[in-house]
């Protein structure tokens, strides 16, 4: 199946906020704002649609209801969350962690899709499945339930040919590999970013 996309146009030119377009301060400690980061991740969601799967919905679901999580506290409290970090340390001052654990999970769920485009991307002969697996169990799987990891292992069974989703993508093979090499560094930026942040002392419950 072809892309959706006019001639010359990748997924990457469709997503309403790419993760290259999130402001990241290095100035503040890689502060990261909280409206592009959202907005970007919602986008990433959609990359769930051209993996075309029913399976796909717990994992989309479930990131989707994270992303609520974070948005309702920053509706909140608007002025003490411009950054992901600032909207964290304010929650957590309340002693509320509600959105700080959303931003866990979505973060888990972002670098899960990280890390299987990104061994995608690298190994040339290796079917998305592959990857997904790969990716899930070195990120979300040693934090799911048994009740959980049928779900998300179902989804990494009916990922589409690599070939295909690669098409779906768009039909310039060598700008959709441009602009996911873009997309994908500057997500990874974010993650790792993250993971840092949110492996500190003052970002605990």
């Known amino acids: 199946m072809a892309a959706a ?6 997924f990457f030119d469709a997503v309403k906020k790419s993760f290259v377009d999130v402001p990241v301060d290095t100035s503040k400690d890689n502060a990261i704002s909280t409206t592009e980061f959202l907005e970007a991740a919602e986008s990433l969601l959609t990359l769930f649609d051209v993996l075309g ?7 989309k679901s479930d990131m989707g209801g994270n992303i609520k999580k974070i948005r309702d506290r920053q509706l909140a409290a608007p002025t003490l969350s411009e950054t992901l970090q600032d909207l964290v340390l304010n929650e957590l001052k309340e002693k509320k962690h509600t959105a700080t654990e959303g931003l866990v999970w979505l973060n888990r769920g972002l670098d899960f899709t990280a890390q299987a485009l990104r061994h995608n991307s690298t190994n040339s002969t290796t079917e998305l499945a592959d990857s997904f697996r790969d ?5 979300l799987k040693p ?27 768009g039909d310039d093979e060598g700008k959709v590999q441009v602009e996911l090499e873009k997309w994908l560094s500057a997500l990874e930026k974010c993650v790792q970013v993250l993971n840092q942040f949110l492996a500190r002392k003052e970002a605990k419950w």
Do not use: N, W
């Open 53 to 59: 799967s029913a399976a796909f919905k717990p994992v």
């Open 135 to 139: 990716a899930y169990g070195k990120t």
């Open 5 to 10: 996309y006019p001639p010359g146009q990748t």
């Open 143 to 169: 934090h799911h339930s048994f009740i959980v990891k049928p779900l998300f292992s179902a989804a990494m069974s009916a990922t589409p040919y690599r070939k295909d989703f690669y098409a779906k993508l």
